[in-house]
């Protein structure tokens, strides 16, 4: 129970009607959910406009909303309390309701088209084993220390986010690691954190069905830049040339690191096979059990985010070399006849361009690559042709086949994707829509030695067909078609 004048501290708003004494239960965004007392905050959406949702969250018991608009009635014994946005109202709102926690516990946002949940995951490993509570919230899961809380978005709406912060501060820890993606910054999921840190790990392709352009997109990502405090680190991967960009209009203290440049901290990659990289951070050689080049970048935007925090590097180095990857990134299993099956989250063109690049790297003469990949529906589609055109540019053997459908037709998914392939590929791409199948297929055709890459879906257990989710695993398929 909080009392209303209490949440509204640093915003701006009109009181229409209602007393600011009273108090609220909590916070809701969605009508549907609503306990008698919350506030409801009528927020505009991409799809709905939560004020048409206002008499029937009063019906459901709440006595206080927040609009944006005034409605043409108001009804007696509720307080209206209109503010610009409430979308971006709701994070401080919040934040008051829950105590300010971000106050009490270090928060790291990272930001990116790939690489995110791989830097989360790895910083939350990487501090418990130093010895701090530590809680993370990622794609695949939010968690606080070893305790798993489910989740459907990389980064939780505003009110969902404040209250798992103050989950972590009641369970003591001294940090969290989170995910910022480019619509939670653009709808400001993130407003009312005080942020310690941020980091950029790179830009490319994807969600241009959201954001519209690549300016757009580049623009959402450096939001979260442009809004850091002067005492917060700003850590930008300086090889990528946006990297630069969002240090532009940024207060906070600039670090930068690099495979390529100059940068204050420098990685140099030495070897890369199906175990690991061995790789120079800062002079010192170590041996990591991520797989792939790029993640020479989540190594070392691990290792300086920990120097960023005042970490000794080589306690960091040492304790980064003994963690294990993320679930679902570059996941292997080999069958009994030699036969490798890779499982990777790579679902923008540039992911799977890099995922390939690094199989063909370490492969050896006559192990043949087979691709089994699909783009998500009501996602951008304009991704679709792309990927279909680097898995066939860099893979022996193709399949086409479904991912998340979602609401559309997964036969017109396909069909956009094939028109990224050339008549000489199409003789090496099969479509297969059904994803088991396809991925039992390229086992049937994989040969000793060949490797088998099921791209886009990684720690996913779910399809999602028409708002259904269907239990369907990667690992699971894979598995089981590789032991028969
Ligand atoms: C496109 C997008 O980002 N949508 C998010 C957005 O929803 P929205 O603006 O479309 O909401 P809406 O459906 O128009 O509804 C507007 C308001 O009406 C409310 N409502 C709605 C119906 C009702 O009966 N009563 C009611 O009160 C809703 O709670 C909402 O507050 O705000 C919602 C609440 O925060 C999110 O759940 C929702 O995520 C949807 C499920 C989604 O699919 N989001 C994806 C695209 C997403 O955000 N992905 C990124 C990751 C990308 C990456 O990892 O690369 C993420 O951060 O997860
Ligand atoms: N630093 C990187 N640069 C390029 N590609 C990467 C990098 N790190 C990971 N990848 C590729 O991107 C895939 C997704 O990685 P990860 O889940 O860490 O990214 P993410 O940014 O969290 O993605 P999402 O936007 O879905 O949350 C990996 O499976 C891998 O193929
Ligand atoms: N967080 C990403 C995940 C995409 C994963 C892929 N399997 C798909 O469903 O498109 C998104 O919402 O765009
Ligand atoms: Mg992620």
Request: with cysteine; hydrophobic share 40%.
């Amino acid at each position: 129970m909080k009392k209303i004048s209490e949440l509204l501290k640093g915003i701006e708003y009109d009181l229409v009607q209602g007393d600011l004494n009273q108090e609220v239960t909590g916070i809701e965004l969605d009508s549907r959910k609503l306990q008698d007392g919350n506030l409801f905050v009528a927020i505009k959406g991409n799809v709905m406009n939560a004020h048409q949702f206002i008499p029937k969250a009063i019906d459901l018991g709440a006595k206080t909303v927040l609009i944006e608009d005034i409605p043409e009635e108001l009804q007696e014994g509720i307080n209206y309390i209109k503010v610009n946005s409430t979308a971006q109202s709701v994070g401080l709102l919040a934040s008051n309701y829950y105590d300010n926690p971000s106050e009490k516990i270090k928060v790291v946002a990272i930001t990116g088209t790939n690489g995110k949940t791989t830097v989360v995951t790895l910083l939350q490993n990487l501090f418990m084993k130093l010895g701090y509570n530590t809680g993370a919230l990622t794609t695949i899961e939010n968690k606080i220390n070893e305790e798993v809380i489910p989740t459907k978005l990389t980064t939780p709406d505003p009110v969902t986010l404040q209250y798992l912060l103050h989950e972590m501060v009641k369970k003591n820890c001294s940090y969290c690691f989170m995910e910022a993606s480019s619509h939670a910054i653009v709808q400001g999921r993130l407003n009312g954190i005080d942020l310690t840190g941020a980091i950029f790990s790179n830009i490319s392709h994807d969600h241009l069905d959201y954001h519209g352009t690549m300016k757009e997109y580049i623009n959402a990502k450096k939001r979260l830049f442009d809004t850091l405090p002067k005492s917060a680190f700003a850590l930008v991967n300086i090889d990528d040339k946006r990297g630069n960009v969002m240090l532009q209009n940024c207060k906070g203290k600039h670090y930068t690191y690099a495979l390529h440049t100059m940068a204050n901290y420098k990685g140099k990659l030495i070897d890369n096979t199906f175990e690991g990289i061995q790789m120079e951070v800062n002079g010192q050689e170590a041996w990591f059990q991520l797989i792939g080049s790029f993640n020479a970048y989540n190594v070392l935007s691990a290792f300086a985010t920990a120097s960023c925090l005042g970490e000794d590097e080589m306690t960091t180095l040492q304790a980064l070399s003994e963690l294990r990857p993320a679930r679902g990134r570059f996941e292997q299993i080999v069958s009994k006849n030699n036969i490798r099956g890779i499982i990777d989250y790579a679902h923008t063109p540039d992911a799977l361009e890099n995922v390939l690049e690094t199989i063909r790297d370490i492969r050896e003469e006559g192990e043949r690559i087979i691709t089994v990949v699909g783009c998500g529906g009501d996602r951008d589609a304009a991704k679709r042709p792309v990927m279909a055109k680097t898995a066939a540019m860099l893979s022996d053997l193709v399949f086409l086949t479904s991912d998340n459908p979602r609401t559309e037709d997964p036969e017109e998914i396909l069909e956009q994707m094939e028109e990224g392939i050339s008549p000489t590929q199409a003789k090496r791409t099969s479509v297969i829509v059904d994803r088991k199948e396809a991925i039992a297929k390229a086992v049937e055709m994989a040969e000793p030695r060949d490797i088998i890459l099921v791209a886009g879906k990684g720690h996913e257990t779910y399809q999602e067909v028409n708002g259904v989710r269907h239990h369907f695993d990667d690992k699971e398929e894979l598995f089981l078609a590789l032991k028969k």
